[in-house]
């Protein structure tokens, strides 16, 4: 069993990922006294998505047996040749141009600018403002870089103990800080927090693991005033939102808003306001859901769902406008935000996507797409110890967007897997 759940081991995390989902929903529907129709909906996807994996994995030993199997791979790490040495330096020396554009195109460092936030408002707008004031170019090379470059050369660098490891690390910590959105400081290090486990490199992981920490409640003391005030945090000034300040997807009255639906509870005003540990569990098991809760209010309706337009890509061959689901949810449920400034988007699991385009046919759609997806990946790396932690960004932001988005943009996973192609699969040059 253990040697099978080795062998499938980023299938079974994302399974694992899929099931607290299933467990977060269930939680918030205890917390807000809401049925539990949503858990049911999600265990048919695992079943769905396990289904298709087997059948594919089925049919790829069938018909190309070569791919399916899992070479022993090598127990210390082979040396770089001088071609990829040099690339390896290019990579470097390109993810440290674009976090230096970055923040010379913005103008301020995200993270030093919020401090002047007087409220979560003027925090979150500061901190949207670090991304959407970029041009749409550089916005691409922002989620690369920080979702799927430097995580990809820290693993790259560790493998091979380079001593570039130590340069992608400073250039990571600082880019991620500087964002201070705390999605980032978890696609930088928790990927290799996971290798060095699975290395038994303890003392290496003690220290990775304490930086992540410093770095998620730095951010998450950042992030609230309220928090940063009974930490006696500086808070320079109140930020208003500046004249000008780009506006959101959607405006107030942009979407009309169902009488029926049911807005969150309202979060308690006690000690957990300003407790960081009780902000993590808040955003771990309550808060994604309570964002599946409100996708499924939103598209009960038939005739709200959007049938195939909330794909970019399939939009215009449909010959209808695209719509961005997650903002338009948020200028729905969160009008009062999105008037004052805003870049709102309620990211929901990737398997909602599909509920909201076609309803709970969708459900099939994103297990075929979900159980081809991981029988794709399970083919290219195999048993490789970079296995796991080179798919575990594809698996989180799976949690939160759609699938087609997780693999590009969203994760990074086409970079990251190029890379890993170039350094490991590739004959040695």
Known sequence: MLQLLSRHRVFAVYLLSLGWLGASALIFALYAGRGGDNVAFIA?????????????????RRLWPQWTQSPTERSTPPQLTPALRVLLVALVGLYAFIVTKHFALTGYVPMIEALSGGSELDVSIVRQGGYFDLPGFMRY??????????????????????????????????YSTGLFARILPIMLLAP??????TQQRWLHALGIAALLCFQLAFATAVASPVIREALQLPNIADRAPKAGEEGAYFSPGDVKIPKNLKLPPKRPDDWRHTSIVYSFYDRMLLVPGQVIDQW??????????ERGCGYRLVAPMLGCSYVPIPSKLYATFYEDNVAQGMHGSL????????YANFGPAGFLL??????????????????????LPMNLSLIVIA???SLLTAINSGSGWLVMTAIFIVFFRLPAR
């Open 44 to 60: 048919s996807v695992i079943a769905g998505v396990t289904l298709v994996y087997a059948g594919a994995r089925w049919l790829a």
């Open 141 to 174: 090379a922002s989620d690369y870089s920080a979702k799927a470059l430097g995580p990809a050369l820290l693993l790259v660098t560790y493998y091979f103990r380079s001593r570039l490891f130590w340069v992608v690390l400073a250039i990571g910590v600082f």
């Open 192 to 197: 290799l927090l996971l290798l060095m486990l």
């Open 296 to 305: 499924f209010q939103y598209y009960a309706e038939p005739e709200r769902r």
């Open 347 to 354: 990211n929901a699991a990737s398997f909602m996507t599909e």
């Open 366 to 387: 994103s297990a075929l797409m979900g159980g081809l997806l991981f029988a794709a990946v399970s083919l290219i790396y195999r048993n490789h110890p970079l296995a």
């Open 399 to 401: 949690m939160e967007t």
